[in-house]
């Protein structure tokens, strides 16, 4: 089974803090994706990676980068943490770009901005 | 908005009957996916439909895809209180390698 193994399960920043969030996935899968939850807006694109070093804005990439140095690893930076960044994180990963491939994704990452 | 609609947003039934959910979207799609979420957890895939087809199964889940009214919908058979998750519908537009996902659908199983 595909394992998508996200770093922190909840975690806790300060506004204008620098955020780390980070994924592993464990198939060798080509594509890596960054969403956000939120209630009453479902999931959003923020970041996709086809490959490694590779990446490409989603829906709401503003106030995120994103990093992919190792094919198995991409992680979600948020640069100067504001409030309404409280979310919570889901990372995903699939096989090959486009095509019938479903996607995998970790347990989220529930973060608060305070 | 591109995001698929789900209804019913809610559904409160009781095991063992049969739980029914439906998605709407905008475009000619690819492919049509269903993921369930349990709470506090992430997506997990259940079935892919591609647009050439028009019904398909896997154990007790049941999905119907109708490209002409631009709608799918996934029946769940004999309920379980652990099929109690939200469901969200996701489609793949052609020419895109973008997920869209539908608000999902709260699923509500009483023991």
């Known amino acids: 089974d595909v394992k998508v193994t996200q770093s922190s399960r909840y975690l806790v920043k300060r506004t204008g803090e620098k955020v780390f969030l980070e994924c592993v996935q464990d198939?060798?899968?080509?594509?890596m994706f960054w969403y956000r939850q939120d209630p009453g807006l479902g999931l959003r694109l923020i970041y996709f990676?086809?490959?490694?070093?590779?990446?490409e804005k989603g829906d709401i990439p503003e106030g995120y980068s994103v990093s992919r140095e190792k094919k198995e690893r991409f992680s979600l930076i948020l640069e100067s943490a504001s409030t309404n960044q409280t979310s919570m994180y889901l990372c995903?990963?699939?096989?090959?770009?486009?095509?019938?491939?479903?996607?995998?994704f970790g347990d989220g990452t529930r973060l608060s901005i305070l | 908005s591109q995001q698929g609609e789900e209804d019913p947003q809610a559904l409160s039934i009781q095991e063992g009957e049969n739980a029914t959910m439906n998605c709407s979207y905008k475009?000619?799609?690819?492919?049509l996916q269903w993921y369930r979420q349990n709470s506090g957890r992430g997506l997990v895939h259940l079935i892919l439909i591609r647009s050439n087809e028009r019904e398909k199964h896997s154990g007790r889940l049941r999905v119907t895809l109708d490209t002409s009214k631009k709608s799918s919908s996934l029946l769940i058979t004999a309920s379980r209180a652990a099929d109690t998750a939200s469901y969200f519908c996701?489609?793949?537009?052609?020419?895109?390698?973008?997920?869209?996902f539908g608000s999902g659908t709260r699923l509500l199983v009483r023991p």
């Open positions: 996701a489609y793949r537009m052609d020419s895109s390698y973008k997920l869209i």
């Open positions: 995903a990963s699939s096989l090959v770009q486009g095509g019938n491939q479903p996607q995998h």
């Open positions: 475009t000619s799609i690819n492919n």
């Open positions: 198939m060798d899968h080509e594509n």
């Open positions: 990676s086809y490959d490694v070093k590779m990446k």
